[in-house]
Protein backbone atom coordinates (compact mmCIF):
# COMPACT_ATOMS: atom_id res chain seq x y z
CA UNK A 1 0.00 0.00 0.00
CA UNK A 2 0.95 3.58 -1.08
CA UNK A 3 2.07 5.75 2.15
CA UNK A 4 1.88 9.04 -0.30
CA UNK A 5 -0.80 11.19 -0.32
CA UNK A 6 -4.05 11.71 -2.20
CA UNK A 7 -5.99 14.24 -3.55
CA UNK A 8 -9.49 13.79 -3.91
CA UNK A 9 -9.79 11.96 -6.72
CA UNK A 10 -7.24 9.59 -5.80
CA UNK A 11 -4.01 10.28 -7.59
CA UNK A 12 -0.78 10.31 -5.71
CA UNK A 13 0.48 13.98 -4.98
CA UNK A 14 4.33 14.56 -5.25
CA UNK A 15 5.36 16.00 -2.67
CA UNK A 16 8.17 18.55 -3.65
CA UNK A 17 11.85 18.29 -2.14
CA UNK A 18 12.04 20.16 0.88
CA UNK A 19 13.85 23.56 0.42
CA UNK A 20 17.18 24.37 2.16
CA UNK A 21 19.27 27.35 1.76
CA UNK A 22 20.98 25.19 -1.34
CA UNK A 23 17.58 25.83 -3.37
CA UNK A 24 17.52 29.48 -1.92
CA UNK A 25 20.88 29.93 -3.42
CA UNK A 26 20.67 28.10 -6.64
CA UNK A 27 17.16 29.61 -7.23
CA UNK A 28 19.24 33.12 -6.96
CA UNK A 29 21.47 32.20 -9.11
CA UNK A 30 18.87 31.23 -11.70
CA UNK A 31 17.02 34.69 -11.68
CA UNK A 32 14.50 32.55 -9.94
CA UNK A 33 12.57 34.68 -7.51
CA UNK A 34 11.61 32.58 -4.21
CA UNK A 35 8.32 33.70 -2.08
CA UNK A 36 8.40 34.37 1.65
CA UNK A 37 5.67 34.87 3.84
CA UNK A 38 5.85 35.70 7.35
CA UNK A 39 3.11 33.64 8.91
CA UNK A 40 2.00 32.39 12.47
CA UNK A 41 0.28 28.98 12.94
CA UNK A 42 0.47 25.62 11.49
CA UNK A 43 -2.57 25.49 9.47
CA UNK A 44 -1.67 28.71 7.50
CA UNK A 45 1.56 26.70 6.94
CA UNK A 46 0.39 23.80 5.58
CA UNK A 47 -1.97 25.80 2.88
CA UNK A 48 1.24 28.01 2.34
CA UNK A 49 3.31 25.28 1.73
CA UNK A 50 0.75 23.56 -0.32
CA UNK A 51 0.51 27.21 -2.32
CA UNK A 52 4.49 26.65 -3.20
CA UNK A 53 5.88 29.18 -0.69
CA UNK A 54 9.23 29.05 -0.35
CA UNK A 55 10.36 30.26 3.10
CA UNK A 56 8.23 30.69 6.05
CA UNK A 57 9.07 33.48 8.45
CA UNK A 58 8.10 33.39 12.56
CA UNK A 59 7.96 37.12 12.74
CA UNK A 60 7.93 39.48 15.60
CA UNK A 61 5.00 40.97 13.76
CA UNK A 62 3.13 38.14 15.52
CA UNK A 63 3.32 40.74 18.42
CA UNK A 64 0.68 42.79 16.49
CA UNK A 65 -0.99 40.86 14.26
CA UNK A 66 -1.65 37.84 16.93
CA UNK A 67 -1.29 39.34 20.13
CA UNK A 68 -2.72 42.75 19.44
CA UNK A 69 0.45 45.07 20.63
CA UNK A 70 1.17 48.51 18.98
CA UNK A 71 4.68 47.07 18.37
CA UNK A 72 7.27 43.86 17.11
CA UNK A 73 8.88 45.04 20.80
CA UNK A 74 6.24 43.17 22.91
CA UNK A 75 6.52 39.68 20.88
CA UNK A 76 7.30 37.10 23.92
CA UNK A 77 10.83 34.73 23.28
CA UNK A 78 8.23 31.73 24.72
CA UNK A 79 5.70 32.35 21.74
CA UNK A 80 7.32 32.95 19.15
CA UNK A 81 9.64 29.70 19.68
CA UNK A 82 6.62 27.90 19.96
CA UNK A 83 4.74 29.74 16.37
CA UNK A 84 8.51 29.13 14.88
CA UNK A 85 7.93 25.13 15.56
CA UNK A 86 4.09 25.33 14.38
CA UNK A 87 5.07 26.58 11.17
CA UNK A 88 8.02 23.53 10.68
CA UNK A 89 5.48 20.94 11.68
CA UNK A 90 2.81 22.60 9.28
CA UNK A 91 5.11 22.92 6.36
CA UNK A 92 8.12 20.10 6.72
CA UNK A 93 9.04 20.84 3.42
CA UNK A 94 9.77 24.59 3.64
CA UNK A 95 12.46 26.73 4.58
CA UNK A 96 11.91 28.22 8.86
CA UNK A 97 12.94 31.00 9.84
CA UNK A 98 12.90 32.70 13.41
CA UNK A 99 13.07 36.32 14.17
CA UNK A 100 14.55 36.45 17.02
CA UNK A 101 12.94 39.15 19.48
CA UNK A 102 13.55 42.54 21.10
CA UNK A 103 16.48 41.98 23.94
CA UNK A 104 17.04 38.38 22.97
CA UNK A 105 20.11 38.77 21.59
CA UNK A 106 21.25 41.89 22.63
CA UNK A 107 21.89 42.01 26.29
CA UNK A 108 25.27 39.31 25.89
CA UNK A 109 26.68 37.31 23.80
CA UNK A 110 25.81 34.12 26.12
CA UNK A 111 22.08 35.25 26.47
CA UNK A 112 21.96 35.33 22.44
CA UNK A 113 23.54 32.28 21.86
CA UNK A 114 21.54 30.44 24.19
CA UNK A 115 18.53 32.06 22.72
CA UNK A 116 19.54 31.32 18.97
CA UNK A 117 19.94 27.72 19.95
CA UNK A 118 16.62 27.50 21.97
CA UNK A 119 15.18 28.61 18.51
CA UNK A 120 16.77 25.73 16.53
CA UNK A 121 16.21 23.10 19.08
CA UNK A 122 12.67 23.75 20.32
CA UNK A 123 11.56 26.06 17.34
CA UNK A 124 13.52 23.70 14.70
CA UNK A 125 14.34 26.52 12.99
CA UNK A 126 16.17 25.99 9.75
CA UNK A 127 17.72 30.27 9.75
CA UNK A 128 17.51 32.38 13.02
CA UNK A 129 16.84 36.41 11.53
CA UNK A 130 18.87 39.21 13.39
CA UNK A 131 17.95 42.50 13.30
CA UNK A 132 21.38 44.21 12.40
CA UNK A 133 24.02 46.44 11.21
CA UNK A 134 27.48 46.06 10.69
CA UNK A 135 28.24 46.69 14.86
CA UNK A 136 26.49 42.95 14.85
CA UNK A 137 29.30 41.21 13.05
CA UNK A 138 31.16 39.64 15.76
CA UNK A 139 27.72 38.04 17.23
CA UNK A 140 26.56 36.74 13.63
CA UNK A 141 30.32 35.07 12.99
CA UNK A 142 29.86 33.66 16.66
CA UNK A 143 26.58 32.36 15.81
CA UNK A 144 27.87 30.84 12.17
CA UNK A 145 30.95 29.14 14.10
CA UNK A 146 28.34 27.31 16.31
CA UNK A 147 26.26 26.05 13.07
CA UNK A 148 23.53 28.57 13.81
CA UNK A 149 22.79 30.01 9.96
CA UNK A 150 21.69 33.88 10.23
CA UNK A 151 19.76 36.20 8.31
CA UNK A 152 20.40 39.64 8.70
CA UNK A 153 17.68 42.00 8.98
CA UNK A 154 19.17 45.56 7.46
CA UNK A 155 17.35 48.52 6.43
CA UNK A 156 14.73 49.68 8.38
CA UNK A 157 14.93 47.57 11.49
CA UNK A 158 11.21 47.84 13.44
CA UNK A 159 12.71 47.07 16.75
CA UNK A 160 14.53 50.54 16.57
CA UNK A 161 11.46 52.26 15.83
CA UNK A 162 12.08 53.94 19.32
CA UNK A 163 14.89 55.26 18.33
CA UNK A 164 14.10 56.33 14.83
CA UNK A 165 11.18 57.78 16.24
CA UNK A 166 8.76 56.13 14.01
CA UNK A 167 8.86 53.61 11.75
CA UNK A 168 11.38 55.42 8.90
CA UNK A 169 11.91 54.15 5.33
CA UNK A 170 16.46 53.76 5.63
CA UNK A 171 18.60 54.94 2.76
CA UNK A 172 17.69 57.42 1.07
CA UNK A 173 20.69 59.29 0.88
CA UNK A 174 23.77 58.84 -1.17
CA UNK A 175 25.58 58.57 2.39
CA UNK A 176 22.76 56.39 3.85
CA UNK A 177 22.56 53.95 0.72
CA UNK A 178 26.67 53.56 1.11
CA UNK A 179 26.13 52.51 5.31
CA UNK A 180 24.03 49.94 4.09
CA UNK A 181 25.67 48.64 1.65
CA UNK A 182 28.42 48.40 4.25
CA UNK A 183 26.20 47.08 6.72
CA UNK A 184 25.28 43.80 4.17
CA UNK A 185 29.07 43.30 3.14
CA UNK A 186 29.86 43.27 6.42
CA UNK A 187 27.01 41.02 7.65
CA UNK A 188 27.41 38.83 4.54
CA UNK A 189 31.75 38.70 5.68
CA UNK A 190 30.80 37.46 9.07
CA UNK A 191 28.79 34.58 7.62
CA UNK A 192 25.28 35.53 7.41
CA UNK A 193 23.42 33.24 4.85
CA UNK A 194 20.33 35.60 3.58
CA UNK A 195 20.01 39.17 3.81
CA UNK A 196 16.52 40.90 4.26
CA UNK A 197 16.20 44.50 3.52
CA UNK A 198 13.38 46.83 4.65
CA UNK A 199 11.79 49.84 3.29
CA UNK A 200 14.45 51.33 1.21
CA UNK A 201 14.57 52.82 -2.61
CA UNK A 202 14.77 50.15 -5.23
CA UNK A 203 18.44 51.76 -5.96
CA UNK A 204 19.68 50.93 -2.39
CA UNK A 205 18.69 47.02 -2.73
CA UNK A 206 20.34 47.16 -6.73
CA UNK A 207 23.18 48.35 -4.59
CA UNK A 208 23.36 45.62 -1.99
CA UNK A 209 22.60 42.60 -4.44
CA UNK A 210 25.74 43.75 -6.79
CA UNK A 211 27.76 44.48 -3.53
CA UNK A 212 27.09 41.05 -2.08
CA UNK A 213 26.98 36.97 -3.27
CA UNK A 214 23.99 35.43 -0.35
CA UNK A 215 20.17 35.38 -1.60
CA UNK A 216 18.69 38.91 -0.56
CA UNK A 217 15.09 38.99 0.48
CA UNK A 218 13.18 42.20 0.21
CA UNK A 219 10.00 43.82 1.77
CA UNK A 220 8.88 47.06 0.16
CA UNK A 221 12.43 47.05 -1.55
CA UNK A 222 11.71 46.81 -5.27
CA UNK A 223 12.10 43.87 -7.03
CA UNK A 224 15.95 43.76 -7.73
CA UNK A 225 15.78 41.19 -4.83
CA UNK A 226 15.86 37.22 -5.46
CA UNK A 227 12.89 36.95 -2.43
CA UNK A 228 9.78 38.57 -0.88
CA UNK A 229 8.32 38.90 1.74
CA UNK A 230 4.88 40.19 3.46
CA UNK A 231 3.45 39.87 6.51
CA UNK A 232 0.60 37.03 5.28
CA UNK A 233 -2.40 38.87 6.99
CA UNK A 234 -1.33 41.80 4.45
CA UNK A 235 -1.50 39.70 1.66
CA UNK A 236 -4.94 37.88 2.70
CA UNK A 237 -6.90 41.26 3.18
CA UNK A 238 -7.00 40.68 6.84
CA UNK A 239 -4.94 43.99 8.08
CA UNK A 240 -7.09 47.17 8.30
CA UNK A 241 -4.23 49.50 7.45
CA UNK A 242 -2.33 47.36 4.15
CA UNK A 243 1.23 48.64 4.14
CA UNK A 244 2.13 51.05 1.07
CA UNK A 245 4.23 48.33 0.17
CA UNK A 246 2.04 45.24 0.03
CA UNK A 247 -1.25 44.59 -2.44
CA UNK A 248 -3.62 41.86 -0.56
CA UNK A 249 -4.66 38.96 -3.23
CA UNK A 250 -7.99 38.61 -1.44
CA UNK A 251 -10.96 40.62 1.19
CA UNK A 252 -10.14 37.40 3.86
CA UNK A 253 -10.69 39.98 6.31
CA UNK A 254 -14.75 40.68 5.11
CA UNK A 255 -15.15 37.19 4.33
CA UNK A 256 -14.46 36.56 7.81
CA UNK A 257 -16.49 38.84 9.16
CA UNK A 258 -19.86 37.52 6.93
CA UNK A 259 -18.87 34.43 7.83
CA UNK A 260 -19.23 35.83 11.77
CA UNK A 261 -22.55 37.35 10.60
CA UNK A 262 -23.75 34.16 9.15
CA UNK A 263 -23.16 31.91 12.04
CA UNK A 264 -25.06 34.17 14.46
CA UNK A 265 -28.01 34.25 12.16
CA UNK A 266 -27.60 30.22 11.70
CA UNK A 267 -27.35 29.98 15.84
CA UNK A 268 -30.35 32.65 16.11
CA UNK A 269 -32.44 29.98 13.82
CA UNK A 270 -31.12 27.05 15.86
CA UNK A 271 -29.12 26.10 11.75
CA UNK A 272 -26.32 24.56 13.55
CA UNK A 273 -25.39 22.17 10.11
CA UNK A 274 -23.35 19.03 10.64
CA UNK A 275 -25.64 15.77 11.94
CA UNK A 276 -26.29 14.90 15.68
CA UNK A 277 -24.70 12.30 18.01
CA UNK A 278 -27.36 9.38 18.64
CA UNK A 279 -28.04 7.10 21.41
CA UNK A 280 -25.96 4.28 22.13
CA UNK A 281 -27.82 1.05 23.42
CA UNK A 282 -24.84 -0.93 24.33
CA UNK A 283 -21.18 -0.06 24.56
CA UNK A 284 -19.01 2.97 25.95
CA UNK A 285 -21.87 5.51 27.48
CA UNK A 286 -20.17 8.77 26.32
CA UNK A 287 -19.12 9.59 22.46
CA UNK A 288 -15.96 11.64 22.09
CA UNK A 289 -15.86 15.30 23.18
CA UNK A 290 -15.88 17.58 20.33
CA UNK A 291 -13.16 18.50 19.06
CA UNK A 292 -10.94 15.50 20.73
CA UNK A 293 -10.49 13.26 17.71
CA UNK A 294 -10.00 15.80 15.26
CA UNK A 295 -8.44 13.28 13.39
CA UNK A 296 -10.63 11.02 12.66
CA UNK A 297 -13.99 11.62 10.77
CA UNK A 298 -15.00 8.39 11.95
CA UNK A 299 -15.51 9.07 15.81
CA UNK A 300 -16.83 12.20 15.26
O1 LIG B 1 8.33 40.21 11.71
C1 LIG B 1 8.13 40.29 10.49
O2 LIG B 1 7.04 40.05 10.01
C2 LIG B 1 9.26 40.71 9.66
C3 LIG B 1 9.05 41.12 8.24
C4 LIG B 1 10.33 41.33 7.55
C5 LIG B 1 8.15 40.33 7.40
O3 LIG B 1 10.35 40.76 10.14
Redesign the pocket.
Known amino acids: MSLSPHDETGSEVRLRDAVTLKTLRRMAERGEKFACL?AYDATTARWLERGGVHVL?A???AAQVVLGHER?IDAPIGFLVQITAALKRGAPRTLVMA?MPFMSYHASVEAAMENAGRFMRDGLADVV?LEADASFGALVDRMTRAGIPVCA?IGYRPQTTAVLGGPTAQGRTEDAMEALVDDAVALEAAGAVLL?V?AVPPEVTRRIVEATSVPVIG?GAGTDCHGQ???VHDLLGLTDQTPRFAEPVDAIGERIKEAGAEWTARVARDQIGGSRYTMRETGPSAGPASGAARASNTDR
Open positions: ALGDSTDKHLEIILV
